[in-house]
T-cell receptor
Framework: EAGVTQFPSHSVIEKGQTVTLRCDPI?????LYWYRRVMGKEIKFLLH????????ESGMPNNRFLAERTGGTYSTLKVQPAELEDSGVYFC?????????????FGPGTRLTVL | DAKTTQPNSMESNEEEPVHLPCNHS???????IHWYRQLPSQGPEYVIH???SNVNNRMASLAIAEDRKSSTLILHRATLRDAAVYYC??????????????FGKGTKLSVKP
């Protein structure tokens, strides 16, 4: 069974440009999470989808970030316009349901560099 | 979710046991103790979880203190592949944050051949 996949693995963009990150969760997992680690900091939660609905977006840093999960399958995270402080590694995770006993399966991450 | 405290780093020799401690003195009765690890250049991966009793799985063992204010992740025979950052995370039943994981700084484990 395929794990969580993320695309691209790396992205280098100029400040002010737009970048879209994609996450494909494990098939059948209704719950999808986005996290990120910016330089020197801890991994931080961004938001949580249950199917196509945003369950919790309390971790989204500002309105330059837009996450979607149309159809409840893959998800995209768009940063527009990107700023220098957005550089970091963006992780996606999925789980079968949101019960705390269910493990979250993480993708390998997308490393975003904003110049 | 309650806060956890872990040492910043630990070293181990290959094929020796490793005990990774975690303090969670403010743990509540409904908090589960989860461990994840992050290998270099990879996303975090689940290791083990427990509530009160000690737990074993193919990856590790989890020893939980009787008062639940601390726990220890035990790798019985460390391999080079176990070099990673290990995170001790409390997850609570109920409340508004059931979904997301709250990562601390974790313990960076180095394994020497």
């Amino acid at each position: 069974e395929a794990g969580v996949t993320q695309f691209p693995s790396h992205s280098v963009i100029e400040k002010g440009q737009t970048v879209t990150l994609r996450c494909d969760p494990i098939s059948g997992h209704d719950n999808l999470y986005w996290y990120r680690r910016v330089m020197g900091k801890e991994i931080k939660f961004l938001l949580h989808f249950v199917k196509e609905s945003k369950q919790d977006e309390s971790g989204m840093p500002n309105n330059r970030f837009l996450a979607e999960r149309t159809g409840g399958t893959y998800s995209t995270l768009k940063v527009q316009p990107a700023e220098l402080e957005d550089s970091g590694v963006y992780f996606c995770a999925s789980s079968l349901d949101r019960h705390i006993l269910n493990e979250q399966f993480f993708g390998p991450g997308t490393r975003l560099t904003v110049l | 979710d309650a806060k956890t405290t872990q040492p910043n780093s630990m070293e181990s020799n290959e094929e020796e046991p490793v005990h990774l401690p975690c303090n969670h003195s403010t743990i509540s009765g409904t908090d589960y103790i989860h461990w994840y690890r992050q290998l270099p250049s990879q996303g975090p991966e689940y290791v083990i979880h427990g509530l009160t009793s000690n737990v074993n799985n193919r990856m590790a063992s989890l020893a939980i203190a009787e008062d639940r204010k601390s726990s220890t992740l035990i790798l019985h025979r460390a391999t080079l592949r176990d070099a990673a950052v290990y995170y001790c995370i409390l997850r609570s039943l109920g409340g508004g944050s059931q979904g997301n994981l709250i990562f601390g700084k974790g313990t960076k484990l180095s394994v020497k051949p």
